[in-house]
């Protein structure tokens, strides 16, 4: 199972190589995002910018996290390809597996190049703690695609398509938000790993607790 | 594969949407070999039955065996024997006609791939353009991929779901002679069709649902186009009035 | 399978919250009374602090309210018995109602005694997103016209958010408890009438609760059977 898993990535890997729909529309959005936000710090001192900042980030990453996850169930809708992968011999969690790594893939690529321009264009830096951050980072993305790849199946499947993905996602995906802009204000402020301990447990309780249930119930949403 | 057993039997497939009864109590069996034709009109519950049978929709109730044993207790090996085509292509655009087979080959754990692969692209003449994206394919030739990706694992029962809609003439030869060579190989085919016109000639047995109940249920062989309409003629009317 | 959709099957539920009525007829008053003139008044925050009662009532009914749409939810998909949908969807409309009492009343609370109407505090802020994600759980049901397809997606929508309600509630506990807030005044120690007039409420609201489960889930029924018959009499 796990060589199908890894080869329903690659089809989107490979796909995404081609088209480049999902990264640039993610990567552009998130970066809008991040100038969008300075004339609304326009006025604010420097300290409250730096305190508001992984804040600020992981807004972006959340909501173009929402557009890259519409992106990627639409592909599968296309032909109605999801049902050929219904039709193959692959358990329903591994279709649930193979899209969600997919997705988190896509999320940490445009995660990593939207970190060093916003360090840039806010004069920032990231490169104290730069492991723990990276750290942060996966556990935080792994969250949000854990939850978005299920619900945006979901979504899809109503009336409202992708417009409902971001009023299903966003409260669910609270605990993620909170966790990731804890930890990382007080990594970019040089606390080590050790004191926030709590909050990277919450974290891997959350994706752990998540990936286990989503992969258990993906059959439902596949099935009709 | 036990002799006794029919390759598909049905008892009391039952499907509601809500307050919609799509199938009612639907039972019939297929035997090894046969080429069904599964005629109905729309809505009648054609592609739903379909659809239980591919494991793609769970009945609200009601027994499925396959081979004599219950399909959906051990879905893989089901999934592994079924062969499936509807008028979606099932393809992914931006991958190459050949990457599209190789995907849905290793989730099938097809060993001899590449042969099974050439040759399956070989039978529906897309060889050459193996390395082309499916996105500038012309829409008959996205669905000879798609017959070709159908075949590729060697199904024994072969689900079509109005597979002549929307096909060109070359397109629908080809699937004319699959057919014809399915059934010469044994396999079961089991297609639907409102379409009354079937020049197959290979039909063995023919099934007529009406608003979710089977009311023609009859085996025989080079049933002609004349026939299935005197067939539907007497059973689809009759039941309308 | 006409019978399957007339007939009634979860009657359990049903015919015991129907009896609910006639104590509720009598609670109410009791508990009215018990609030306002048999509990004392507190001595710093005066009347204001009696609407506590309804406040906390309201709070526990609908975590036990989420807590039922979660064993709705699982029993559909294991079951795949049209009443378990039914069930979580009625709690689901319920537990959103005593959220909403909850997050009005905590407020009109806040206000005389804080000097502002909301504070990110941890109870309001995790109620807050709670009610969200179950306004998300119903916005999902109105958006899904087939009922069986309707009645899956909730159902895994609605697992999915009940085991998000504890990690909610744990992390924004956490992030709040770093940062400075008011401080809730009344919390640790209740008279002993205060304490009593506080069960009766809780009791009152949580039978309430039960009776409006048992009366949606009528409705529910009623409202099937309707259009079944409305399809019949049509199909005639």
Redesign the interface.
């Given at each position: 199972m796990f060589?199908?898993i890894l080869?329903i990535l690659w089809?989107d890997i490979?796909?995404e190589f081609?088209?480049r729909e999902l990264f640039s529309a993610m990567f552009v959005f998130a970066l809008l995002v991040v100038v969008v936000f300075n004339f609304a710090f326009e006025s604010a001192p420097r300290e409250s910018i730096l305190q508001a900042a992984p804040g600020l980030l992981w807004v972006a990453f959340t909501f173009s996290g929402v557009l890259g996850l519409n992106r990627s169930i639409a592909?599968e809708r296309?032909?109605?390809?999801i049902?050929?992968?219904?039709?193959?011999?692959?358990?329903r969690g591994g279709i649930y597996l193979g899209k969600m790594l997919g997705n988190f893939v896509f999320m940490m690529v445009s995660e990593l190049l939207i970190v060093p321009l916003f360090a840039v264009l806010y004069n920032f830096s990231f490169s104290a703690r730069f492991g723990q951050f990276l750290l942060i980072l996966v556990l935080g993305t792994l969250g949000f695609s854990a939850?978005g790849t299920?619900?945006s199946a979901?979504a899809v499947?109503?009336?409202?398509r992708d417009v409902?993905l971001p009023?299903?996602f966003?409260?669910?995906v609270?605990?993620v938000l909170?966790?990731a802009v804890?930890t990382s204000v007080r990594t970019l402020a040089g606390e080590p790993l050790r004191g926030m301990m709590?909050?990277v447990k919450?974290l891997i309780?959350?994706d752990v607790?998540?990936i286990t249930?989503?992969f258990l119930?993906f059959e439902?949403?596949l099935?009709? | 594969m036990p002799e006794s057993a029919p390759h598909v039997g049905l008892t009391d497939i039952h499907k509601s949407f809500g307050h919609f009864t799509a199938l009612d109590r639907v039972a019939c069996s297929v035997a090894s070999g046969e080429v069904v034709a599964l005629f109905g009109r729309n809505g009648a519950g054609k592609t739903t039955l379909l659809k239980i049978l591919a494991l793609l929709m769970r009945p609200t109730s009601g027994d499925y065996q396959l081979q004599g044993e219950s399909a959906r207790r051990r879905p893989d090996r089901t999934r592994a024997q079924i062969g499936f085509i509807s008028h979606s292509t099932y393809l992914y655009a931006d991958l190459t006609a050949f990457e599209n087979l190789n995907f849905f080959g290793t989730l099938y754990d097809l060993s001899d791939r590449e042969d099974r692969i050439q040759r399956a692209l070989n039978d529906v003449k897309l060889w050459d353009r193996r390395n082309e994206r499916v996105r500038g394919f012309s829409r008959g030739m996205q669905q000879r991929l798609s017959l070709a990706r159908t075949f590729l694992h060697n199904p024994s029962l072969l689900l079509l779901d109005e597979p002549y809609t929307g096909l060109d003439p070359i397109a629908t030869d080809m699937l004319d002679r699959l057919i014809e060579r399915c059934q010469g190989e044994g396999r079961t085919v089991i297609l639907t069709t409102h379409n009354l016109d079937l020049r197959l000639r290979v039909v063995s047995h023919v099934l007529v649902l009406e608003k979710g109940n089977v009311v023609f249920d009859e085996r025989g062989t080079g049933f002609s186009p004349k026939q299935f309409t005197e067939i539907f003629r007497a059973h689809v009317d009759e039941a309308d009035e | 399978m006409d019978q399957a959709i007339l007939q009634v099957p979860n009657p359990m539920l049903i015919k015991i919250t129907r009896n609910f009525f006639y104590p509720l007829v009598i609670l109410f008053p009791v508990s009215l009374y018990m609030v306002f003139v048999y509990a004392p008044e507190e001595e710093t925050m005066g009347i204001v602090q009696k609407i506590f009662y309804y406040h906390v009532s309201a709070g526990w009914v609908f975590l036990l309210a989420f807590g039922l749409v979660f064993l709705g939810s699982v029993a559909f998909l294991i079951t795949q018995r049209q009443v378990w949908d039914t069930f979580a969807a009625s709690s689901a409309e319920l537990g959103v109602v005593f959220c909403s009492i909850s997050l009005t009343t905590g407020p009109i609370w806040a206000k005389p005694v804080w000097g502002i109407w909301w504070t990110w505090d941890a109870r309001l802020t995790s109620t807050l997103v709670e009610w969200l994600i179950y306004v998300a759980y119903l916005m999902l049901r109105a958006n899904v016209p087939e009922p069986t397809k309707r009645a899956n997606l909730s159902a895994v929508f609605g697992i999915l958010g009940a085991l998000d309600v504890p990690i909610v509630y744990f992390s924004i506990r956490w992030w709040r408890t770093q940062h400075p807030q008011p401080v809730m005044g009344g919390g640790g120690y209740l008279d002993p009438q205060m304490r009593l007039a506080f069960y009766v409420c809780l009791l009152t609201f949580t039978l309430l609760y039960f009776f409006m489960l048992g009366r949606r889930i009528e409705l529910a029924q009623a409202q099937e059977t309707l259009t079944s018959l409305k399809r019949r009499w049509a199909r005639k």
């Open positions: 060589k199908k080869r089809k490979v796909t081609r088209t592909i296309e032909n109605m390809s049902q050929a992968l219904m039709l193959a011999p692959v358990d939850v299920i619900f979901i499947n109503t009336k409202m409902l009023i299903l966003l409260p669910v609270v605990p909170i966790g804890e709590d909050w919450i309780v959350f607790i998540f249930t989503s119930v439902f949403v099935e009709e | - | -």
